[in-house]
């Protein structure tokens, strides 16, 4: 009789066939994907109370490194920040490993080493005489056997004052998934990966309007992403999802606290209920729950990416608005939105079907305009009041709160802490 496959290599068979997410190592040179969790503009707000220097040493271990996003960003960055850091990636499977070792080389990137471990097996590994400041793991504990053993496995490696991202399956947004999964299962026989590709292929072009996956519109990167997003979505050897509360309590169990998830507005459903009534009651909640509630109203949350440190160092890992506070936009366009949006007064985005819309201060294009990643919040405040005598400080504050709401809520705006 044949041997079963254990799990671990069937994942590892999985990833050694079909690397995910497809990346040719040639693209680098038109651009740097860059994501969340991981990035450093990310990692300082929501562990290092914005803190942090990239330019002074800094270590990172990227687990479960794949064909190398997060791998690349964070050394990219940390290069570019001019510093001595460096990234250590794991992986288990070496395909993945090459093509991110490819795309390094593409860069020219010499801060990171490439290792093939399982994250399980850290704890035993030389590795586990390391201290990481910084740990990504993004969408890989749900492919293992035991998800809370690999985390503790991981918090085992976080410094003191450290902490890690974390990216993973959200339950309700990967309605549909599932069942597919079963289905795919039962009709495959013994058909190998490439066959049951096809095989998935196929089906997918015979689901009635009534399938749930049919129904949810959400899953786009994966069933765009060629052959390697089908394996991954449909075929994989082994995934689960989660629930807000469920992460809460794995994180708790690890030791950990959450510092914030990834774009905060989503998890704030006070952003977009209207019914006064029922936003009290949100109000009123403990910031998890209200998590856990915006999960369950917005029902499209296919991936939970999120911020977590040791308890001690949680109420002062979040950087938080003040005089000293450097504001930093990301991927926003500062002065189309100066042009453009500011004077209507209000921002809109749509997130996975969910449309948001937050009022704007009067002052929100003379403070996105003055921007620059350097200037403090104090240092803005004085520049307009050259103009505008009257801006004492408590008066720029209630200018820049309905604004931070607005872009910290929709994930454009970050704040490091000068000094
Ligand atoms: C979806 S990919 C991760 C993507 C990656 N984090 C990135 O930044 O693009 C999942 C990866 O987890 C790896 N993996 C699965 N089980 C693992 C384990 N036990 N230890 C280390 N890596 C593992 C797989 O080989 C695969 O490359």
């Known amino acids: 009789m044949a041997k079963e496959v254990p799990s671990t290599e069937a994942v590892r068979a999985q990833y050694e066939a079909y690397p995910y997410p497809a990346r040719d190592p040639r693209d680098e040179a038109k651009r740097l994907i860059a994501g969340s969790p991981s990035h450093i503009l990310e990692v300082n707000h929501f562990i290092f109370g914005g803190r942090r220097d990239f330019g ?19 050394a990219q960055q940390l290069a570019d920040a001019g510093g001595p850091g460096e990234v250590v990636y794991v992986d288990v499977s070496e395909a993945s490993r090459r093509i991110a070792e490819a795309r390094a080389q593409a860069r020219k990137l010499s801060n990171i080493r490439f290792l093939g471990v399982s994250i399980p097996e850290l704890p035993a590994s030389p590795l586990a005489r390391e201290r990481f400041d910084y740990i990504d793991c993004c969408g890989v504990l749900h492919h293992l056997d035991d ?85 991954d979505l449909f075929l994989h050897a082994r995934d689960r999802a989660y629930r807000v509360p469920e992460i809460a309590a794995m994180i708790t169990a690890a030791g950990l606290a959450i510092t914030g998830f990834v774009e905060p507005a989503r998890y704030d459903p006070g952003a977009y209920v209207n019914d006064p009534e029922i936003a009290k009651r949100i109000h009123a909640l403990p910031w998890l729950e209200r998590a856990a509630v915006a999960e369950a109203l917005a029902g499209n949350m296919r991936k939970h ?59 929100s294009a003379a403070i996105v305009g003055r921007i620059d990643g350097k200037r403090t919040l104090e240092g803005i405040r004085k520049d307009l009041a050259e103009v505008n005598p009257a801006l004492a400080w408590p008066e720029f504050e209630k200018q820049f709160e309905p604004l931070y709401r607005a872009l910290h809520g929709l994930g454009k705006l970050y704040l490091s802490i000068a000094g």
Not at 215 to 228: E, K, Q, S
Not at 351 to 357: C, T
């Open 56 to 74: 002074k040493p800094f270590r990172a271990l990227v687990a479960g490194g794949g064909t190398g996003d997060a791998a690349i960003m964070l």
């Open 147 to 231: 998800p809370a053993q690999g985390l503790r496995a991981l918090a085992g490696l976080i410094a003191d004052d450290g902490g890690m991202g974390l990216m993973l399956y959200g339950e309700l947004g990967r309605t549909g998934v599932y069942p597919l999964q079963a289905a795919v299962r039962l009709l495959a026989g013994a058909d190998d990966l490439p066959a049951r590709v096809h095989l998935v292929r196929r089906v997918l072009k015979q689901l009635p309007e009534t399938n749930w996956l049919k129904r949810n519109p959400f899953l786009g990167d994966h069933l765009n992403g060629g052959d390697a997003g089908l394996v």
């Open 305 to 363: 990416v999120f911020y977590v440190v040791k308890p001690a160092n949680a109420e002062r890992a979040v950087a938080s608005p003040g005089p000293n506070a450097v504001p930093h936009l990301r991927e926003l366009d500062a002065e189309s939105f100066v042009k453009s949006v500011a004077p209507r007064r209000a921002v809109a985005a749509t997130i996975d079907g969910i449309p948001f819309r937050f009022p704007l201060p009067p002052l």
